[in-house]
């Protein structure tokens, strides 16, 4: 995308995120993820006979049980392998990534079947861990080997150059130079082998540093004597004959052949079809947390709170207990911050000022040695214990565990609301805000002077909304629990 269009869709000030996000996987044969989802079915039938097999040597009793669970452990795992990510692309081509999900999937596999299996039958685990040990050790062998040779495999066919996409571009005016800069950045995986425009002898004989070759009946022939992979009418949309002319005689074309939104479009950030009724329309936009994404985060949230809830209990009854005899006044802290939607709700916190200095609407920044924290408010704040009490409002259905960190309504940044010093702010209250987030582990909470610290939290922000896994809630709830949240701009 181009610099420009980029702009547009960053908040105001905030530089790249390279130190923080991954880079997008390189194109691969779109058979890869079906192959490697059968292959690695292979790999966990044959362990599952492998540790049948090694338990039989050793036991002459087996029972028809165990072969039954060995088979349910190979669905057990295949199927936890899709549910972990493992044939998203990222995953396929990351050896690391790849080899963590397969790992997760064998042993979470492993673990429901002795579980389950102990429940029904107290005692079985002692005369099956031997078959069920091989099982998991040979399938994560094999899973291994799979997944190293299928890195070794992409690593040569990239370098052959096989997985670059020959595109051509028709339409040499304004979209086909918008949509040849965002094509720019790509080289390594893209080659332009051409521009074509029927109207050719009225625009320059350049178009972003290609050549115009001709109209369409030279794209024609071009198609037959030269490898092309897609083509893509970069035409404005109000131009309907055109539009269909150019598809009439590419008809018999054996290419992919694209259609490229207005200047409109390419500027969004990312475009995808959809059959909406008999109309195919283009998303721009799509609600975060859809369907069983929504069901499995508002499980893991409430799952989450609960448990820590019950091991924090104690913990918390003795800040509790440090408040009441550091100054007087309550508890607790109640603070109205946006919501979901923009709604406004009621946060928990542990009052960590003086009840005479209760700043409700945060209309004040709190800053380094600030007179109207008490003693035990500053170790609060300091170390983010003061935010355990919003598990209750998890469990309440106002937050999740991880999201965006909900702002209080007057909070400043520069002499400016939030709102105002951040393009495209809102868009972080498009799902639930969180105890930690993905800006908090990177080290961008407390004290807000600049427009900068703030336009680099929503970014933060908007990442995590687009990326969203389960995973991802779990790596940051690990690095939270591990320091990640507390911070040095933390008063």
Not at 163 to 173: L, Q
Request: net charge positive; hydrophobic share 50%; glycine share 8%.
């Amino acid at each position: 995308m181009s610099k420009a269009a980029t702009d547009l869709l960053r908040p105001t000030g905030v530089a790249d995120l390279r130190s923080t996000t991954r880079r997008a996987p390189q194109d691969m044969p779109p058979l890869l993820p079906g192959l490697l989802r059968a292959a690695d079915t292979a790999c966990l039938a044959m362990a599952a006979a492998g540790g049948i097999a090694h338990a039989a040597r050793l036991s002459p009793d087996l029972d028809r049980a165990d072969v039954l669970l060995a088979l349910l452990g190979t669905l057990a795992g295949i199927n936890l392998l899709q549910a972990s990510g493992a044939y998203r692309p990222a995953s396929i081509v990351s050896l690391n990534a790849g080899l963590g999900r397969c790992l997760l999937a064998a042993a979470i596999a492993a673990g429901l079947i002795a579980s389950a299996m102990t429940l029904l039958r107290p005692g079985w685990l002692a005369g099956a861990q031997d078959w069920l040990l091989a099982w998991l050790i040979l399938s994560l062998l094999l899973l291994a080997a799979v997944r190293l040779g299928t890195t070794v495999w992409l690593r040569q066919w990239h370098a052959s150059g096989r997985h670059r996409r020959r595109i051509a571009v028709i339409g040499a005016e304004a979209i086909g130079q918008q949509l040849l800069r965002c094509l720019h950045g790509h080289g390594e995986d893209i080659e332009i082998v051409g521009v074509y425009d029927d109207r050719k002898d009225r625009l320059p004989h350049r178009c972003m540093g290609h050549a115009i070759a001709g109209g369409i009946d030279t794209l024609v022939d071009d198609i037959r004597h030269r490898a092309v992979d897609q083509v893509v009418i970069a035409l404005p949309l109000a131009a309907e004959r055109r539009i269909l002319d150019v598809l009439q005689a590419l008809r018999q074309a054996p290419v992919d052949i694209l259609l490229c939104p207005d200047l409109a479009g390419l500027r969004l950030k990312k475009l995808s079809a959809r059959q909406v009724g008999d109309a195919p329309l283009l998303v721009a936009v799509e609600r975060p947390l859809k369907a069983w994404n929504g069901v499995a985060k508002a499980l893991l949230d409430r799952l989450l709170a609960a448990a820590i809830l019950v091991a924090i209990a104690p913990l918390m009854l003795l800040i509790a207990a440090l408040i009441k005899l550091d100054s007087a006044g309550p508890v607790l802290f109640r603070q109205r911050r946006y919501g979901l939607n923009n709604e406004m709700i009621e946060v928990f916190k542990f009052r960590t000022m003086r009840s005479d200095a209760a700043d409700r609407n945060a209309e004040r920044l709190t800053v380094r040695n600030d007179p109207r924290v008490t003693r035990v408010g500053a170790f609060l704040r300091r170390t983010s214990l003061d935010e355990l009490p919003q598990f209750l409002n998890v469990l309440r259905g106002d937050m999740s565990v991880v999201g965006p960190r909900p702002h209080a309504t007057a909070a400043k940044a520069g002499g400016l609301l939030y709102p105002e010093a951040v393009r495209g702010y809102h868009a972080r209250h498009r799902v639930k805000p969180g105890i930690t987030g993905w800006a908090q582990v990177n080290g961008w909470r407390g004290e807000t002077e600049t427009v900068e610290q703030i336009a680099r939290r929503v970014e933060h922000d908007l990442y995590y909304i687009e990326h969203w896994t389960v995973a991802f809630d779990l790596w940051i709830v690990a690095r939270t629990i591990f320091g990640g949240f507390a911070g040095r701009n933390a008063y």
